[in-house]
């Protein structure tokens, strides 16, 4: 018997958004979103990454899925809204993934998480060059800059993306996360200032730990 989340990744693989939201919906009657997103859906998608690397499926297999996935997570999202109503708080959050990082499922389930909390969200995407992410910065001042990224070569644009934030006057909190904040020693990027985030259930424990107070209020 297949797990749920090679299941859910079938369902991806053959592009089945009717069947992939029905057994999500069955699902959240018995778990919460947070489950779902970290045990279900990002192996989901490990799984479809395992399978292309070993030329199991095609690039635009790949493509399907994580279109299919994205389908799911707006519904989710959406339907998460309509219960919880607009409820949102003073704290914001800026969110994007680092230049040629194309990978963003995983960032956006961290944007609905932080949205969860009441956090008004600007959810930037993936591929974005650290100009245009200042000058959103500067517009927006987030209390929470969140960055992403997968892979271990994406470091260098990371590294120089935390040590220009790090100069910003209001003195945002930068998080590091993504597939390269789970599987790489990242800490010597951490200080007061910046903190790696290893997974959704590390996010919500320092939700829980109220860790978000530290944050500094700003316009």
């Avoid at 989901?44 to 292309?52: C, I, N, P, Q, T």
């Avoid at 009441?118 to 995407?125: A, E, F, H, I, T």
């Avoid at 650290?130 to 892979?151: D, F």
Wanted: with cysteine.
């Amino acid at each position: 018997m297949k797990q749920h989340h090679e299941t859910l990744a079938h369902y991806f693989l053959d592009g089945d958004e009717d069947q992939a939201l029905i057994f999500i919906e069955q699902l959240l009657v018995e778990h919460p979103r947070l489950y779902l997103y970290e045990d279900i859906i990002t192996p989901a998608m490990y799984h479809v990454g395992e399978l292309w690397e070993r030329n199991e499926i095609s690039v635009a297999d790949e493509h399907l899925a994580t279109a299919i996935c994205d389908f799911v997570l707006s519904k989710i999202e959406a339907e998460a809204l309509n219960i919880r109503g607009d409820r949102q708080k003073s704290f914001k959050a800026l969110l994007f993934g680092v230049e040629e990082e194309q990978h963003y499922i995983g960032l956006k389930m961290v944007a609905d998480t932080f949205k969860e909390q009441g956090w008004r969200v600007r959810y930037l995407g993936p591929n974005l060059g650290g100009e245009h992410s200042l000058t959103q910065i500067h517009r927006y001042k987030p209390h929470v800059i969140g960055l992403s990224a997968a892979l271990s070569y994406r470091l260098p644009a990371l590294k120089k993306l935390v040590n220009e934030f790090r100069r910003l006057e209001w003195k945002p909190l930068i998080m590091i996360g993504g597939r390269m904040a789970k599987k790489f020693e990242l800490e010597e990027l951490e200080s007061d200032q910046v903190v790696i985030m290893k997974d959704l259930n590390h996010l919500n424990q320092w939700f829980k730990e109220g860790r978000a107070g530290v944050v500094n209020e700003t316009s």
